[in-house]
């Protein structure tokens, strides 16, 4: 059973003043929509950074960090309040070893059964090795086990961005790590540590981070209902090895907007291929 953990958001008093301006209205143009809480989830593989993503969102140290080992065994639930909009941050264990991914994602999808999410944070490390072999069975068991439209609600975070290059800029870096994981996952950069809030190409990641969240909630997306109909359609589906080099470019869509008319139409188009 999840640990669930819900207080006053106190944490969001210590972020920088100007932070605290521009959550404030993206907290308005939520309340104006009638949203009154969102609702997110993590996944990725072990050791990421995910809980220090949870720590970094509340601004607080909610979720316990290793530096050795992951330390969410089974999901944790955190929620969040202020000014009666609701934070909830479902963390979850991370993917270890390949063969052991689709016990990971059953256990990540028995507790999420009944649940209503709004965005889904696929964390990767930007220092981190290519493992093209291991994020192909990942991002096939994701969509086998909660089905391709999970996908357009997912927005991709890299932690451990802090790393010194010397034959290439720290952009052109990012362009190229996110080139090599395209058919997975790709949103912004993101550091390891609440502390850390500046990416070395000057850019404050917090405020960003939560205008695409505000972005994706109040887009043409609804939050997805993780139902027992979405996994039974799901279970053997083969349809998600198809769609995916497709429905993973919807992470771009908070970058390239344009592209989500186009890619809305092509997944229309391919279930009218397969459909019966």
């Given at each position: ?20 301006i521009i959550l ?134 890299f932690t451990h ?96 907007r344009p592209i ?17």
């Open positions: 059973m999840a640990t669930v953990s819900e207080k006053e958001w106190t944490g969001f008093q210590g972020l920088p003043a100007a932070t605290q404030h209205t993206l907290l308005a143009k939520l309340r104006k929509q009638k949203v009154d809480k969102i609702t997110i989830v993590l996944l990725g593989k072990g050791g990421v950074g995910k809980s220090s993503i949870v720590n970094s969102l509340f601004s607080e140290r909610v979720a316990a960090v290793s530096a050795f080992r992951s330390e969410t065994l089974r999901p944790r639930q955190y929620s969040r309040s202020k000014d009666g909009f609701k934070l909830t941050v479902i963390d979850t264990p991370g993917f270890v070893e390949a063969g052991r991914v689709d016990a990971a994602l059953n256990s990540i999808r028995r507790y999420l059964l009944g649940k209503t999410i709004n965005v889904v944070l696929y964390v990767d490390r930007l220092d981190g090795p290519r493992e093209d072999k291991v994020d192909v069975k990942i991002s096939r068991a994701i969509s086998q086990a909660f089905g391709p439209q999970i996908w357009p609600h997912v927005i991709v975070v961005a802090e790393i010194h290059l010397e034959d290439v800029t720290y952009s052109e870096f990012v362009s190229r790590r996110s080139a090599a994981l395209r058919n997975i996952i790709l949103k912004e950069s993101r550091f390891k540590t609440v502390n850390t809030k500046i990416l070395p190409d000057g850019t404050v990641w917090l405020p960003v981070l939560f205008e695409a969240l505000v972005d994706l909630v109040l887009g043409s997306k609804k939050p997805i209902l993780i139902d027992e109909k979405m996994i039974g359609i799901s279970k053997g589906n083969p349809l998600g090895s198809i769609w995916m080099p497709l429905v993973l470019l919807a992470q771009f869509v908070l970058i390239w989500r008319k186009a890619i809305d139409r092509d997944l229309v188009e391919e279930a009218q291929r397969h459909s019966p």
